[in-house]
């Protein structure tokens, strides 16, 4: 992939993309459509109920569409450790065989006589068997699937654990038909006080430029908040992004987090949408739960003026990650 210069990323993620129509009631006689997607992450899809926050984003914003959404969560895991813990099985659900769900069971079960203090392959033999004992229920065809990376994207490349991981998974949803969204964390760049200079772009576009490639390999489109974050750094660099006492991404990030996820998983504009809270799950001293990790409150409601930043932000960092991919 040819490397964009850095100003040139800086104008493009300035550009001002045209209003994309999103708003429109259903007629009477329009059936609501369904969409399933399944998250594949640890917290950085847990925390703030994020898939429920989409949720609501893309029935506001396409009243038409019913999501429903199913998260498969392991915290602190990347994509290695859920193929290890067979997390594919949720994937392939629609096809899955009970037969399969025992051979997933059997080889976590060998996990854990191993080393008895996986705690990841006991809950994961608890989730196999939930899976098998609803088999009959839980037979989805999933229409988008979000893949979260964390720190095994940081290195970049063809050599990074989600460059090896992500085309396993994305190869088991493009068989069902379905839409694979890479959700690019950024958990080394995220600011937890206000900025007084600009921020350091260079290793932010190299990683872009890595899952850019990565995207391309395996038909997918991307969540790309590594370049979402620089932007509202570069734009509102009065707002924090991560809490204080807790390495996590705090409400603003989560906001727009789910705003480039709508644009990713619909190729839809979510300025206008009027969701205007984020609410985080963990609180103070896990003791207050009118309190976030940082003491202030844990239901953060943004401003018309931060939300419509929010979201035009979010929406300019995916439009500028489709340009660098059209390169």
């Given at each position: 992939m040819r490397r964009l210069p850095l100003c040139v990323l800086l104008v493009l993620l300035a550009i001002e993309s045209p209003r994309q129509f999103h708003g429109a009631e259903p007629s009477t006689q329009e059936a609501a459509k369904t969409l399933n997607v399944l998250f594949i992450g640890n917290s950085y899809t847990a925390r703030h109920n994020l898939a429920d926050v989409v949720k609501a984003m893309v029935e506001e914003g396409q009243p038409s569409v019913k999501l429903e959404a199913k998260t498969v969560i392991y915290g602190g895991r990347r994509l290695a450790d859920h193929w290890r813990l067979g997390s594919q099985n949720f994937i392939r659900s629609s096809t899955l065989t009970a037969d399969q769900?025992?051979?997933t069971i059997k080889?976590?079960?060998v996990q854990l006589r191993q080393d008895p203090r996986d705690k990841y392959a006991?809950?994961?033999v608890e989730r196999q068997r939930k899976l098998l004992n609803d088999y009959d229920t839980?037979?989805?065809r999933w229409d988008v699937v979000v893949l979260q990376s964390y720190r095994d994207d940081v290195e970049g490349g063809p050599s990074s654990l989600y460059a090896q991981y992500a085309p396993k998974f994305a190869e088991l949803v493009h068989a069902q038909g379905g839409k694979v969204?890479?959700?690019e964390t950024t958990p080394t760049t995220q600011n937890d006080k206000p900025l007084t200079g600009m921020?350091?772009?260079e290793p932010v576009i190299e990683k872009a430029e890595a899952i850019a490639a990565l995207a391309d390999k395996i038909d997918a489109e991307v969540a790309p908040m590594s370049l979402v974050a620089l932007e509202c750094q570069r734009q509102r660099p009065d707002l924090t992004l991560r809490f204080v006492n807790d390495a996590h991404l705090n409400q603003t990030m989560a906001y727009l987090t789910a705003c480039t996820l709508y644009a990713a998983i619909l190729d839809a504009d979510p300025r206008g949408l009027k969701l205007d809270s984020i609410t985080d799950i963990r609180y103070w001293q896990n003791k207050d739960r009118t309190k976030d990790r940082d003491n202030l409150p844990i239901k953060k409601?943004?401003?018309d003026q931060d939300r419509a930043d929010l979201q035009r932000i979010a929406w300019e960092g995916y439009?500028?990650?489709k340009q660098m991919r059209e390169q």
């Amino acid at each position: 992939m040819r490397r964009l210069p850095l100003c040139v990323l800086l104008v493009l993620l300035a550009i001002e993309s045209p209003r994309q129509f999103h708003g429109a009631e259903p007629s009477t006689q329009e059936a609501a459509k369904t969409l399933n997607v399944l998250f594949i992450g640890n917290s950085y899809t847990a925390r703030h109920n994020l898939a429920d926050v989409v949720k609501a984003m893309v029935e506001e914003g396409q009243p038409s569409v019913k999501l429903e959404a199913k998260t498969v969560i392991y915290g602190g895991r990347r994509l290695a450790d859920h193929w290890r813990l067979g997390s594919q099985n949720f994937i392939r659900s629609s096809t899955l065989t009970a037969d399969q769900i025992n051979a997933t069971i059997k080889d976590l079960e060998v996990q854990l006589r191993q080393d008895p203090r996986d705690k990841y392959a006991k809950y994961a033999v608890e989730r196999q068997r939930k899976l098998l004992n609803d088999y009959d229920t839980t037979r989805t065809r999933w229409d988008v699937v979000v893949l979260q990376s964390y720190r095994d994207d940081v290195e970049g490349g063809p050599s990074s654990l989600y460059a090896q991981y992500a085309p396993k998974f994305a190869e088991l949803v493009h068989a069902q038909g379905g839409k694979v969204v890479l959700y690019e964390t950024t958990p080394t760049t995220q600011n937890d006080k206000p900025l007084t200079g600009m921020p350091d772009a260079e290793p932010v576009i190299e990683k872009a430029e890595a899952i850019a490639a990565l995207a391309d390999k395996i038909d997918a489109e991307v969540a790309p908040m590594s370049l979402v974050a620089l932007e509202c750094q570069r734009q509102r660099p009065d707002l924090t992004l991560r809490f204080v006492n807790d390495a996590h991404l705090n409400q603003t990030m989560a906001y727009l987090t789910a705003c480039t996820l709508y644009a990713a998983i619909l190729d839809a504009d979510p300025r206008g949408l009027k969701l205007d809270s984020i609410t985080d799950i963990r609180y103070w001293q896990n003791k207050d739960r009118t309190k976030d990790r940082d003491n202030l409150p844990i239901k953060k409601v943004f401003s018309d003026q931060d939300r419509a930043d929010l979201q035009r932000i979010a929406w300019e960092g995916y439009q500028a990650m489709k340009q660098m991919r059209e390169q």
